[in-house]
């Protein structure tokens, strides 16, 4: 496969989008809207099981629903900004949110709650999986790689926050609040991106808006070879991580035998690695190659998940503060990798960012999505099982970025139109 041609119009580097410290919390704040759709609910599970009657397998499934419906959309948020412009199709998604969490908020029975389950995952994606691109559109590579990381620091926050504000929520109300937190939350997104938010791709950039270049943008992403690489490299990288947070009820509850109050205790350190692993990210950004650091990251997590596994496997070391001590050194890692992963998938495709941004999220969140249904239930029922899980998903992520680096020898030209990589016919 050759190359992919650079666009007809340059992107003028670090193009002006007013105070970037406002740029950073409205593209983190739009990343936070599912960490926050997913997490606040997690304490508040006994209360529905007790409401509605249901199991914990019936209640995972407001995990897996949402996720689901937000991976099957993110195949258009994507390209429909690509076509649009960002700005429209984020507005539109928050709308939609919004809406979709007051349905919540009043749901009679779980089955009605699972189908504005599925309506917010299917609004949630737009803000998060475009916010990446607009990082690309507007900054060049280190900048782009920088910016991508403070991001995820403000970002990494929401998953520490959301069961803890979840748990506050329900000491002064019912489990609905938390719904009517989110709606809450989603008005003032709203709100930032109507009026503080500027517009990244100009309508020069856009492509046609028609279902068959729609199509032919996630097509081209997918056929590319470096760009599945890429997509499942992603995938499998936060998949050991995610798989301790969908499991929050059963790990903190159970196997930790704490309380409704207590998800601090497993977030808390999963979080703080996370944000002080993008906070090294973005310092290291220019100084060490992006391969380099990605790399650096898998070995730093591969090792914290070995430790974690060492710790389970003993009665003692299965106690606090052993159980979670050794997670934000695997956090760590995964955070150090992300915006080089995520950088390097849209630099394969600089003239369909949103389709690359939509291709990547999806292969994640249906992975996500299976874990919460399937995975997490399997294997939480002990802490050996999920430690030798999470290992063993990360292992893959490191292959695989290996794989990539055999099939891959270019860096970065230093144009933020320029891809990253240059593509194989391999994967």
């Not at 030798?388 to 680096?405: E, G, I, K, Q, S």
């Amino acid at each position: 496969m050759t190359a992919l041609p650079p666009p007809a119009i340059s992107t003028p580097p670090d193009r002006s989008v007013g105070p970037q410290w406002l740029f950073l919390v409205i593209m983190a704040g739009l990343g936070m809207v599912g960490p926050f759709s997913i997490d606040t609910i997690f304490p508040a599970f006994a209360q529905m099981q007790a409401e509605f009657g249901s199991s914990e397998l019936a209640l995972q499934q407001l995990i897996s629903v949402y996720l689901l419906s937000f991976a099957v959309m993110s195949l258009l948020h994507g390209p429909l900004s690509d076509a649009l412009g960002r700005k429209p199709v984020i507005i539109g998604g928050t709308i939609l949110f919004i809406a979709a969490s007051v349905g919540c908020a009043v749901s009679p029975s779980l089955p009605v709650l699972l189908f504005f389950r599925a309506i917010q995952g299917l609004s949630a994606g737009a803000g998060q999986i475009i916010s990446r691109a607009m990082v690309r559109d507007v900054f060049s590579n280190d900048q782009a790689q920088r910016t991508m990381s403070h991001i995820a620091m403000i970002f990494g926050l929401a998953p520490a926050l959301a069961p803890i504000v979840g748990g506050w929520l329900l000491g002064i109300g019912s489990w609905r609040g938390i719904f009517w937190f989110l709606v809450g939350f989603g008005v003032v997104i709203l709100a930032l991106v109507i009026f503080a938010l500027a517009e990244t791709h100009p309508p020069e950039r856009r492509s046609n808006f028609d279902a068959r270049t729609l199509v032919s943008g996630l097509l081209e992403v997918w056929r590319d070879a470096d760009g599945r690489r890429l997509a499942f490299t992603g995938m499998f990288n936060f998949a050991g991580m995610f798989l301790y947070i969908s499991s929050a009820p059963l790990f903190v509850l159970k196997l930790l035998g704490k309380g409704e109050q207590d998800f601090w205790i497993l977030f808390v350190p999963l979080i703080s690695g996370l944000v002080s692993g993008s906070w090294v990210s973005g310092r290291l950004a220019g100084r060490m190659s992006g391969r380099k650091l990605a790399s650096l990251g898998y070995v730093i997590s591969l090792v914290g998940g070995l430790v974690n596994l060492v710790f389970s496997l003993f009665a003692p070391t299965r106690e606090l503060p052993w159980a979670v001590l050794p997670l934000p050194m695997y956090s760590f890692g995964i955070a150090i990798a992300f915006p080089i992963l995520t950088l390097a998938m849209l630099d394969l495709f600089p003239h369909a960012r949103g389709s690359a941004s939509s291709v990547q999220s999806f292969v994640a969140l249906v992975a996500n999505a299976l874990i919460a249904g399937v995975l997490a239930p399997a294997v939480a029922f002990s802490q050996p099982s999920l430690a030798v899980t999470a290992l063993a998903l990360t292992t893959v992520a490191w292959f695989l970025w290996r794989r990539h680096l055999q099939m891959t020898h270019a860096e970065p030209s230093g144009t933020p139109d320029a891809p990253a990589y240059e593509p194989t016919d391999e994967m």
